[in-house]
């Protein structure tokens, strides 16, 4: 009798419910619109949205990754525009509910990864942050966790998100696709902003106080949607270096010339953000492939143009007019004020930070140490690049142990890599690995590698290359299918 009428009513559910649920929402959003009430009538449209997008999640959830990947590219514009919603934890909460499903899920086969020397390094850092903690002389553990998202937090759930969810060669492809629309998107911006000038929201930022180091002489530095100039001038470069390392693919490679544009579009968008920097990525990125390659053409070629472009900025003054030019030549020069300012300031510092071997704690320095620790020593000087911001925090063991697990990472990809057949998936890989060593030597003038978008992508590429290994060794044809050298141009 129960069963009969469990069936009964299961029947009417499943006939009645989304069309009766879909009249009660027009009979509302009608209601509102006929008050002339849009924010009301738009709201069970949007939440209907959000349920939607968060169920699509759970059931897929890899598309937290991506997303993860994809928010970052807008959370400082969002920001900009008004938006007072904590939009800054997204990502922090898409990675942590990814791993939490994973858990559920009772994912095994990605933990015997998690025992890899990269794995091992990384979590070696995660437990000296922890400790952190308890630093006597820290601003407090709220200023611990602002502070540690991005030198500590991502740095060790996007890889391990990474390396669980992505188990597919076409998920590995679309993984570094992403970067194609999004790239895109944010350069044409920049475009945008250096030919037709900023819009209102990015006018209205820029007076709030960022207009003293994105206007100068005479020259505004653009900065697309992300957090500021030098952050975009950042992530400009590492996809230029990136799309140049695939366009540079020695076998049959579809759009070809249109990955040469993406990749000179970005170097554009790099120099109008008025960066000097980043030019490190690329110049090292660069370098690296040209080893990586094991291709004699390849290397002899790609060394006569870095070597030209070198020349031409180092020992020549062609072009000098150019504002851009100029400031990218400046990034070159020994005796560059900036570069004076900043050896004063490492003078300094070394002298007060003698007697603190584990540093003034976690949030003490920069932007964290200005908000929670203001008036203070740490807190008054400037951080400048990424390596003085983890000594001044973490003290000198941490600046060791940081540079040693992030020295252990590019030797151990690179074996990796080294040993893998090619193809355009491991081209695609090495493209990561030579952007992502660019980012670590750059980042010795600025935050570059910390700074999101750049710290979800850049931290996705230690579980690309661990899978790509694995894949080998199990016996997946990594190649992509027979490899067919480039025909001779004629």
């Given at each position: 009798?129960?069963q009969d009428?469990?069936i009964?009513?299961?029947?009417?559910?499943q006939?009645?419910?989304l069309?009766?649920?879909?009249?009660v929402i027009?009979l509302?959003?009608?209601?509102?619109?006929?008050?002339?009430?849009?924010?009301?009538?738009?709201?069970?449209?949007?939440?209907?949205?959000?349920?939607?997008?968060i169920?699509?999640?759970?059931?897929?959830?890899r598309?937290m990754?991506?997303?993860?990947?994809?928010?970052?590219?807008?959370?400082?514009?969002?920001?900009?525009?008004?938006v007072?919603?904590p939009?800054?934890?997204?990502i922090?909460i898409?990675?942590?509910?990814?791993?939490?499903?994973?858990?559920?899920?009772?994912?095994?086969?990605?933990?015997?990864?998690?025992?890899?020397?990269?794995f091992?390094a990384?979590f070696?850092?995660?437990g000296y942050?922890?400790?952190?903690?308890?630093?006597?002389?820290?601003?407090?553990?709220?200023?611990?966790f602002?502070?540690?998202?991005?030198?500590s937090?991502?740095?060790?759930l996007t890889?391990v998100v990474a390396?669980?969810?992505?188990k597919?060669k076409?998920?590995?492809?679309?993984t570094?696709?992403?970067?194609?629309?999004l790239?895109?998107?944010?350069?044409?911006?920049?475009?945008?902003?250096?030919?037709?000038?900023?819009n209102?929201?990015?006018?209205?930022?820029?007076?709030?106080?960022?207009i003293?180091?994105?206007?100068?002489?005479?020259?505004?530095?653009?900065?697309?949607?992300?957090?500021?100039?030098?952050t975009?001038?950042a992530?400009?470069?590492?996809?230029?270096?990136?799309?140049?390392?695939?366009?540079?693919?020695?076998?049959?490679?579809?759009?070809?010339?249109?990955y040469?544009i993406?990749?000179?579009?970005?170097f554009?968008?790099?120099?109008l953000s008025?960066?000097?920097g980043?030019?490190a990525?690329?110049?090292?990125?660069g370098?690296?492939y040209?080893?990586?390659?094991?291709?004699?053409?390849?290397?002899?070629?790609?060394?006569?143009?870095?070597?030209?472009?070198f020349v031409f900025?180092?020992?020549?003054?062609?072009l000098?007019?150019?504002?851009?030019?100029?400031?990218?030549?400046?990034?070159?020069?020994?005796?560059d004020a900036?570069?004076?300012?900043?050896?004063a300031?490492?003078?300094?510092?070394?002298?007060?930070?003698?007697?603190?071997p584990i540093g003034g704690?976690?949030?003490?320095?920069?932007?964290?140490?200005e908000r929670?620790a203001?008036?203070?020593?740490?807190?008054?000087?400037p951080?400048?690049?990424?390596?003085?911001?983890?000594w001044?925090e973490t003290g000198?063991?941490?600046?060791?142990?940081?540079?040693?697990v992030?020295i252990?990472?590019?030797?151990y990809?690179?074996?990796?890599?080294?040993n893998?057949p090619?193809g355009?998936?491991?081209?695609k890989v090495?493209?990561?690995?030579?952007?992502?060593?660019?980012?670590?030597?750059?980042?010795?003038v600025?935050?570059l590698?910390?700074q999101?978008?750049?710290?979800?992508?850049s931290?996705?590429?230690?579980?690309?290359?661990?899978?790509l290994?694995?894949?080998?060794?199990?016996?997946?044809?990594?190649?992509?299918?027979?490899?067919?050298d480039?025909p001779?141009?004629?």
């Amino acid at each position: 009798m129960l069963q009969d009428v469990y069936i009964v009513l299961k029947g009417l559910v499943q006939r009645f419910f989304l069309p009766g649920l879909a009249l009660v929402i027009g009979l509302y959003v009608a209601q509102s619109l006929g008050g002339q009430n849009i924010s009301k009538a738009v709201l069970p449209v949007a939440g209907i949205t959000a349920a939607i997008t968060i169920l699509s999640m759970f059931y897929y959830p890899r598309l937290m990754l991506f997303s993860a990947m994809a928010v970052g590219h807008f959370i400082a514009h969002l920001g900009r525009i008004g938006v007072t919603l904590p939009v800054g934890l997204s990502i922090d909460i898409l990675l942590a509910l990814a791993l939490v499903v994973l858990m559920v899920q009772g994912e095994k086969g990605a933990s015997r990864h998690l025992t890899k020397p990269e794995f091992i390094a990384i979590f070696i850092w995660i437990g000296y942050t922890l400790f952190q903690i308890v630093n006597p002389i820290s601003p407090g553990p709220v200023a611990w966790f602002y502070a540690m998202r991005s030198i500590s937090l991502y740095y060790v759930l996007t890889p391990v998100v990474a390396v669980s969810l992505i188990k597919t060669k076409a998920q590995m492809h679309f993984t570094m696709n992403m970067l194609i629309p999004l790239s895109l998107l944010l350069a044409i911006i920049s475009l945008r902003q250096h030919y037709s000038g900023m819009n209102e929201y990015e006018m209205r930022w820029l007076l709030s106080g960022p207009i003293k180091t994105h206007f100068l002489r005479g020259k505004m530095r653009v900065f697309s949607l992300l957090a500021d100039a030098s952050t975009f001038g950042a992530y400009a470069a590492y996809v230029a270096t990136i799309f140049g390392v695939i366009a540079a693919y020695p076998g049959r490679l579809k759009g070809r010339f249109f990955y040469v544009i993406l990749a000179l579009l970005n170097f554009y968008a790099m120099m109008l953000s008025g960066s000097r920097g980043p030019l490190a990525i690329i110049g090292i990125g660069g370098m690296l492939y040209l080893i990586m390659s094991k291709k004699v053409g390849i290397t002899i070629f790609g060394s006569v143009l870095g070597g030209g472009f070198f020349v031409f900025l180092k020992y020549t003054t062609i072009l000098q007019g150019n504002y851009n030019v100029a400031r990218l030549r400046s990034a070159l020069d020994p005796n560059d004020a900036s570069l004076l300012v900043r050896k004063a300031k490492e003078a300094i510092l070394s002298v007060y930070m003698s007697d603190k071997p584990i540093g003034g704690g976690i949030g003490s320095a920069g932007m964290w140490g200005e908000r929670f620790a203001p008036g203070s020593f740490l807190a008054n000087t400037p951080t400048d690049g990424l390596y003085s911001r983890i000594w001044m925090e973490t003290g000198i063991v941490g600046l060791y142990l940081y540079l040693g697990v992030f020295i252990l990472l590019s030797i151990y990809m690179g074996y990796r890599l080294w040993n893998l057949p090619n193809g355009l998936l491991k081209q695609k890989v090495v493209a990561m690995y030579c952007g992502f060593v660019g980012l670590l030597v750059a980042s010795y003038v600025n935050e570059l590698i910390t700074q999101v978008p750049i710290s979800i992508i850049s931290y996705t590429t230690p579980a690309l290359v661990i899978l790509l290994q694995h894949w080998h060794n199990n016996g997946v044809d990594i190649t992509d299918g027979p490899q067919q050298d480039r025909p001779p141009m004629t």
